[in-house]
């Protein structure tokens, strides 16, 4: 067995030495993995579909390869799920309700901003204009970033309880975080505004190579 880590969200992974070399899917974010060569790579033999599960695609020469929970699996599987601590200096953060964006972060000195009728405000100063009641996603947008380019690296969603609401986008930037229940899925919608998002803000370059994200 091959212990090593997802690049693109960080989960720890355990894989089978015959998938040593090759690449899968992480079965948290969905990213695009590369096995490491830590032992000598036998001859792969494709197991029957029980054995696999589910496939993943090789996306270099479109061959599927397995990645089910058997074979490529967080360590913290069964786990309590545990959030991220800090807000991503270049990542661009929403939190959406099922129909608009109720709040965005960026790192430019403003912290959380809360939309009011007439566009947003400052969560710090306006905690009376921050959601208390709800159901609301957060989506994390990562941008990796290598000297002057920028490029998009994955999409998460995270679900924030109902109770929590908003609450904590007035006392800091990352109270939020603490809040966090789990990875969840994004609906169509939420997806458009995403790509809306990533639009308005970045050049058309950071999408390059993300075909299929979203």
């Known amino acids: 067995m091959i ?20 690449q899968g899917r992480c079965p948290t974010c969905l990213g695009v993995v590369d096995v490491p060569e830590e032992v000598a790579a036998v001859d792969y033999l494709a197991p029957s579909r029980t054995e696999l599960g589910s496939l993943a695609l090789n996306v270099d020469d479109n061959t599927p390869l397995p990645t089910a929970v058997a074979d490529v699996a967080p360590d913290t599987a069964g786990l309590e799920f545990k959030p991220p601590e800090l807000l991503g200096r270049y990542n661009h953060y929403l939190i959406c309700n099922g129909k608009e964006v109720v709040a ?36 994390e947008i990562a941008i990796e970033v290598e000297g002057p380019i920028k490029r998009l690296t994955g999409v998460h969603a995270y679900s924030i309880p109902a109770a929590i609401a908003l609450s904590r986008l007035s006392k800091s930037d990352h109270a939020i975080l603490a809040s966090l229940e789990g990875r969840t899925t994004m609906s169509d919608r939420q997806k458009a505004l995403v790509r809306q998002r990533v639009n308005a803000k970045f050049l058309p370059s950071i999408w390059e190579g993300t075909e299929g994200l979203l």
Request: charged residues 25%.
């Open 104 to 139: 965005t972060w960026e790192e430019d000195g403003k912290g959380w901003m809360v939309r009011v009728k007439d566009g947003f405000v400052r969560a710090s100063s306006n905690p009376a204009q921050t959601p208390s009641m709800g159901t609301f996603v957060l989506i």
């Open 3 to 22: 212990r090593h880590k997802c690049p693109h969200c960080g989960a720890k992974l355990k894989t089978s030495t015959e998938l040593s070399g090759r």
